[in-house]
């Protein structure tokens, strides 16, 4: 805890000399932690639980993915040499982690612009409505608030077969079905996703509107500029930074993908056309005892991610910084 | 508008600035009325949105009292002939409900708690006290916001469930979210609002710090720590991933997880499998929505959405 720790020499840096400076000296030195240094003892708790609990973890992973490490019982040690990339070669030269990546892929096509559309729409619809306001900010949040498990049992009844939906479309309906379908299954899962998450990037739109002062659309509506005018030229230069934020969110979402097709698609399937990589990571590291190649997976995801931050934040940022 | 034109000039400048615009005057036929009035268009996109979002919470409260499952477009429309509680039975038996409630309660109960006691500590800490390293803690807190947990399945499932033996244990589920940095991060907003002179003059009558957090400050932001709750709740209420790795024994499982091990183990062999996972879903989701709806105000006020746009 190097936090805490009162070594060093306090006055250093203060010009030497002088009788009032040295007056000052011992009321500095007792005021070295700051004026209330009980503040260090009240963050206390919570800096331990981040190192412990989260900044450990995140090294160990890394050290995990460079050696050859298997499950033991507790306490016992065992020989794990270091193997440098062996983990990483193995699993990107696997075939089942190389379609999870080509799924994720779909599913931020699919799931990413969806979002940012719909939630930016229906929250600028909803900020400006004025009559059954409470029924319809529910109505978007009620998906967000519920557990996935719960409405997947839903969608598995809307989409199976001879569900409700293929009732609807009669001879439309595609055979096999939604989730069975190795071309479909995907896209299913990430329309699922963006309904089940839609209302929490309502409410970050929601937030974000709030911002941009009034007087803009007034003088734009004088200037004789429509609603699309107003939307394009006000609204959506207004809330970059909001859209900054909701392309990174639901892309570590989508990165994160685990209990929608574990459950919609019975684990990945059909044949593995759904399978994410923490799906991949769940059934190599603790289903077959390879944590080592999982650990791996987990770093070349989260490189994953980060890259495609970058590339967003370039893309939809524009003049941010 | 020729009332407000002069001071509409002056204000210009720093409008962006100002914390609350004030009220615009609403007249007929002005700009600002134009806005504030929505178009057939967007009611009607308001209106199929709230359909396709509500729909499948009717569907799953209509299925789950099906006798038989009804697929056609009738069997959205509530039938007598084919209403029955059995599926709700049968799911009982299955899973124990009550006591997978239990579980989630006590998971959900636990994460609470560590965050409101220490993210109120840190919170004040951040916002109202003066001490070295401050700056330090506060980028911690941004920092590990960003962390993915991606990166820290493997080595948390090695750590609790291995290395220290916590697996079935509510403990090592509660373990990797009992702090949540959003929650401090609200916390501290709400303890900056408050001004500095009330603790100052609190130091100088001798006051204790945590009296001072205790007596003055935590009063003074019960709204932060409701939405503080409810920012918390619906994370380890609706968490699956974690307790699913964590929990093999049963008797321990939140709902969601044994409702989820019914979906893809057992389902198969009961009688009425749709109506049995609906049945379980209507338990599961009844708390969060009831939660959610009676506080909806704390949700809608965006608040939440702020907090969490940071």
Sequence with gaps: MSLRSSSGNPVTGKPAG???DRRLVPRKRKNFLGPQPLGLLFSAPYVIYVLAVLAFPLGYA??????????????????????GFDNYITVLSDPAVQRSFLNIGVFLIINVPLTV?????????LNRITRFKTFFRLSYYVPYVTASVAVVGVWLFLFQQNGLLNTLLGPLAPT?????????????????????????????????????????????????????????????????????????????????????????????????????????????????????????????LVIGVLLIALIQKRLVGGKED | MSVTNAQNAKNDDDASRRPEPPEPVLRPGSGVEKRRNLGVGS????????????????????????????????????????????????INESINLFRGLLNSGIFTGGVIFFTVIFGLLVGYALAQMKFRGRGVVFGMMLLVQMIPFQLLLIPLYVMIVRDYGLADSFLGMILPFAINSTAVFVFRQYFLQLPSTLFEAARID????????????????????????????????????????????????????????????????????????LAGACVLAAPAVALFIFFQRQFISTNIGSSVKG
């Design chain 1, 117 to 125: 559309g719909l939630s930016l729409l229906l929250a600028n619809a």
């Design chain 1, 18 to 20: 002088g009788t009032a």
């Design chain 1, 176 to 300: 096999p079905s939604w989730l069975v379908n190795s071309w479909l299954a995907m896209p299913t899962v990430a329309l699922y996703v963006t309904w089940k998450q839609l209302g929490f990037f309502i409410l970050l739109y929601l937030a974000a509107l709030q911002n941009i002062p009034d007087e803009l659309y007034e003088s734009a509506a004088v200037d004789g500029g429509n609603k699309w005018v107003q939307f394009w030229n006000i609204t959506v230069p207004g809330v970059r930074p909001a859209s900054v934020l909701v392309t990174l969110l639901a892309t570590i979402t989508g990165a994160n993908l685990f209990t929608e097709p574990y459950l919609l698609t019975g684990g990945g399937g059909p044949d593995g056309a759904s399978a994410s990589p923490v799906f991949i990571m769940y059934q190599r590291g603790l289903l077959q005892g390879n944590p080592d190649v999982a650990a791996a997976l987990g770093v070349v």
């Design chain 2, 206 to 277: 001798g006051a204790s710090e945590l009296r001072i957090l205790w007596q003055i400050a935590i009063p003074l932001v019960r709204p932060a720590i409701v939405t503080a709750v409810l920012l918390t709740f619906i994370g380890p209420w609706n968490e699956f991933l974690w307790p699913f790795l964590v929990t093999k024994e049963q008797s321990l499982q939140p709902l969601a997880v044994s409702l989820a091990n019914f979906i893809s183990n057992i389902a198969g062999q009961a009688g009425n499998p749709f109506g049995a996972i």
């Design chain 1, 62 to 83: 890394v050290y995990i993915s460079f050696h050859d490490f298997f499950f033991t019982a507790p306490r016992v040690k065992v020989d794990r040499p270091f193997v």
């Design chain 2, 43 to 90: 009611f009607i996109l308001l209106g199929v949105g709230a359909f396709v979002f509500l729909f499948p919470f009717y569907y799953m409260l209509i299925g789950s009292l099906q006798t038989a499952p009804d697929t056609s477009i009738f069997g959205a429309f509530p039938n007598p002939a084919n209403i029955t509680g059995a599926n709700y039975v049968q």
